[in-house]
């Protein structure tokens, strides 16, 4: 569907803005030749998406220049013409009106928070949102999941909009980069190359990573990790690395002897006195380490086996609570806070217990 609207009208910035966030179709806007370029492309660039593809058209609609991108759109080195032809694909409008909504919260009269965010004020919600997204799929609602990744997307097209106004990138850049690496890392699909197995397919997939950053060695990788994964997984993928490399134990036995060293230097320095909380956590963190060392030996990842013990604790310790309130093991107590207050040991044992029955 086409719409029309012609910039001699009054209300023409207002019609453009609301077209940009909320109407469907594409659209052609006429008469827009003889205005400021330099000024029609900001106020472009403060309703739109720095992705919007624009047409120029001369007078009987012949094509001028395009399409190209608002952001590549340079007035200056394009011929002169009449109307601008803005399209609105079918298959990328949703996408295109979330990405022309984020620009307009971030135009000079939008939201004052989102103006005022930057990449780094904006780093706390992408962790949230991904963490939001990933239990909304382990909850397996699909309207709950859509909803996360809804939420999760915004993060990306925020951060986008943001590079984009500094002139660094845009969402289509960021697009087109990882649908190249994907192609990339993919000769078996999008070229002639057939691997043998998953093995091999493994190894071509670490080969083309490698020659992506031919410089980076062993170390600078392992050193990534530890500053940008959460600690489980950056001890997870670092003792992988490890494993590729050759530095591994010959046997588990040996991972089980280092788990029993790391013990017992726990203890001491936890025995110390005066104690040094550095070194405490020193050896608390080897001692995770040599762990999350033998899950992977057995195939196992500590985050996730830490989350469901998190998971599978929580459920068991609110039907304790929930066993506390029934006729049988009721007692006095001024709310939910103290339920389980004034119980002794043996009690508390005894509810543990029933509630590992419901929650295995």
Not at 77 to 89: D, N, Q
Not at 98 to 113: E, F, K, Q, S, Y
Not at 188 to 207: C, I, K, M, N, T
Not at 230 to 251: C, D, N
């Amino acid at each position: 569907m086409l719409q029309t609207l012609d910039s001699l009208q009054p209300d023409w910035q207002q019609a453009l803005a609301r077209w940009s966030t909320v109407e469907q179709g594409s659209l052609l806007l006429k008469s827009c030749g003889g205005k400021d370029l330099g000024e029609l492309r900001r106020f472009l660039q403060q309703v739109c998406a720095p992705v919007q593809s624009v047409t120029l058209l001369a007078e009987g609609l012949e094509v001028v220049a395009g399409p190209l991108t608002l952001q590549s759109w340079d007035p200056q080195t394009t011929g002169h013409f009449a109307h601008l032809y803005l399209e609105r694909p079918a298959s990328t409008l949703h996408l295109s009106r979330l990405a022309a909504i984020v620009a307009r919260l971030r135009a000079p009269d939008g939201c004052p928070w989102d103006r005022a965010q930057t990449p780094e004020s904006l780093t706390p919600y992408i962790l949230e949102e991904a963490y939001e997204a990933v239990a909304a799929i382990r909850g397996g609602d699909p309207a709950a999941i859509a909803d996360e990744l809804g939420d999760l997307l915004l993060q990306v097209v925020l951060q986008s909009q943001i590079f984009a106004e500094q002139n660094h990138f845009d969402l289509e850049a960021v697009a087109a980069r990882i649908a190249d690496k994907l192609i990339r890392r993919h000769p078996h699909v999008f070229g002639e190359a057939v691997p043998a197995d998953l093995a091999e397919l493994h190894r071509s997939w670490e080969q083309i990573k490698q020659e992506e950053q031919p410089d980076q060695s062993l170390g600078q990788k392992l050193l990534h990790y530890a500053q940008s994964l959460p600690p489980l997984m950056a001890a997870l993928k670092i003792s992988q690395k490890l494993v590729g490399a050759g530095f591994e134990w010959p046997t588990v036995k040996g991972i089980w002897a280092k788990i029993r060293e790391e013990e017992a230097e726990l203890r001491q320095e936890l025995e110390r006195d005066p104690p040094d909380p550095a070194r405490q956590a020193a050896e608390l963190g080897d001692l995770l380490f040599a762990l999350v060392d033998l899950g992977r030996c057995y195939g196992l990842d500590a985050a996730q086996a830490l989350a469901q013990t998190n998971l599978r604790f929580a459920r068991r310790f609110l039907r304790m609570e929930e066993l506390a309130q029934e006729p049988t093991g009721s007692m006095p107590g001024d709310g939910k806070g103290s339920m389980l207050k004034g119980r002794s040991l043996q009690e508390l044992e005894v509810l543990w217990q029933q509630a590992k029955q419901d929650h295995p």
